[in-house]
Nanobody
Framework: VQLQAYGGGLVQPGGSLRLSCAASGFPVNDYAIGWYRQAPGKEREGVANINGYDGSTQYADSVKGRFTISLDRVTNTVYLQMNSLKPDDTAVYYC????????????????WGQGTQVTVSS
């Protein structure tokens, strides 16, 4: 099982980015996939989660209405579309997966990818 997150970068406040989490070794539709972030000096925070089986989603209050998680079963990739970005969104973003597709952001995750840096600054 491998997860590779990419798509981070530098963006101005109010801008958008789309992160990708490419999965290999397992089908995303059999897992729960989540996005997490960690800013310097802060604890890791769950951002968004998707149940690969039924497509249900979960979001942290801090990103509701701005971020959208989705998955593509053909490419076995999970996306995080981030709009209306704020400086507070600056962090390293990680994707993680668990075979319990009903697990949510607060549950342990078996597999983690490397992070991708998102910086929101003017």
């Amino acid at each position: 099982v491998q997860l590779q997150a990419y798509g981070g970068g530098l963006v101005q406040p109010g801008g958008s980015l789309r992160l990708s989490c490419a999965a290999s070794g397992f089908p995303v539709n059999d897992y729960a996939i989540g996005w997490y972030r960690q800013a310097p000096g802060k604890e890791r925070e769950g951002v968004a989660n998707i149940n690969g089986y039924d497509g249900s989603t979960q979001y942290a209050d801090s990103v509701k209405g701005r971020f959208t998680i989705s998955l593509d079963r053909v490419t076995n990739t999970v996306y995080l579309q981030m709009n209306s970005l704020k400086p507070d969104d600056t962090a390293v973003y990680y994707c993680a997966a668990d075979p319990d597709y009903y697990s949510d952001l607060d549950d342990p995750r078996d597999y983690w990818g490397q992070g991708t840096q998102v910086t929101v600054s003017s």
